[in-house]
């Protein structure tokens, strides 16, 4: 009698890791590096820890540390499983550099900085935080843009909800059921990638032809494995998914899962992005 439970498939795990795209594996291999790097120097934490008050001139690198830090095992994983598919997606769309660019910029400066503009000027508090929880909500707010464009609602009962919705209440239930989840984080990311779905932020990623002319003066596609080239992109820069009706896209394509940051407090107390 077969069993209704079944793990899954090692192979087929192994041949959708080995098939991810350049940077998304980079980004991966750096959170993972950092979360066993505080292992062994605690002090990793506090020093890329996003802190409102320790952000000047000389500390502007945590607006970008601050995804990579993870503050247990279940955040790693939660987070870094969350994350791969819809990072993965992302850089077949738009190509390895664009990928590279943002997330090593403007996606972690713009989320970053209106957190700490929030709790600096207006709620007056200074929780840190942790964890790439902030790029999962980010990243699916824009996947729901561009299912908001192609199907614009869906009927529950007879009502109708907008498409666009469905990532804040996500992070309205797991602010109510996680003790100590930071609400202010996950939508300071989540307002960034609308912003990037509905095209308010789009003059952040390079034109084209700047692309083309950089891969083909460093033969980026020739010399490095798995990258994704300016005329490889899945769905092209600007581009709405095809179809809502199909049930897949295409390998780790599917529904999608997302979990947390962490945010710790400077004096070691933290507050929760998510479960």
């Not at 069993?3 to 098939?19: C, E, Q, T």
């Not at 062994?40 to 830090?69: C, D, H, M, Q, V």
């Not at 891969?215 to 581009?239: A, C, I, M, W």
Request: glycine fraction near 12%; charged fraction near 10%; charge should be positive.
């Amino acid at each position: 009698m077969s069993s209704s439970f079944s793990l899954p498939d090692a192979r087929r795990i192994r041949s959708y890791v080995l098939r991810l795209p350049l940077c998304t594996r980079g980004l991966l291999l750096i959170i993972t590096g950092a979360y066993f790097a505080h292992l062994f120097w605690a002090g990793l934490t506090t020093w890329g820890a996003l802190i409102p008050k320790e952000i000047g001139i000389s500390t502007l690198y945590r607006l970008n540390t601050f995804p990579l830090i993870h503050g247990s095992i279940l955040h790693f994983l939660l987070n870094s499983v969350a994350l791969v598919p819809l990072l993965e997606r992302f850089e077949s769309e738009h190509g390895t550099i664009v990928t590279f660019l943002l997330f090593t910029g403007a996606f972690g400066l713009l989320p970053g900085a209106i957190y700490t503009i929030v709790q600096l000027f207006i709620i007056h508090h200074n929780t840190a935080a942790i964890g790439a929880s902030i790029w999962v909500f980010l990243l699916l707010s824009n996947e729901s843009i561009k299912t908001y464009k192609a199907n614009p609602h869906f009927v529950i009962g007879d009502v109708k909800i907008p498409t666009w919705t469905p990532p804040l209440a996500l992070i309205l239930v797991i602010w109510v059921l996680v003790p100590g989840t930071s609400l202010l984080g996950h939508l300071c990311g989540a307002l960034v990638g609308y912003g990037w779905g509905v095209g308010y932020i789009r003059f952040l990623a390079p034109p084209d032809w700047i692309l083309r002319f950089i891969e083909g003066k460093l033969n980026l596609l020739g010399r490095l494995p798995h990258y994704v080239s300016v005329d490889q992109k899945t769905f092209g820069r600007y581009g709405v998914l095809p179809s809502t009706t199909d049930e897949r896209v295409g390998p780790g394509r599917g529904t999608l899962g997302v979990v947390n940051g962490i945010a710790l407090g400077p004096t070691g107390e933290g507050q929760r992005l998510g479960p």
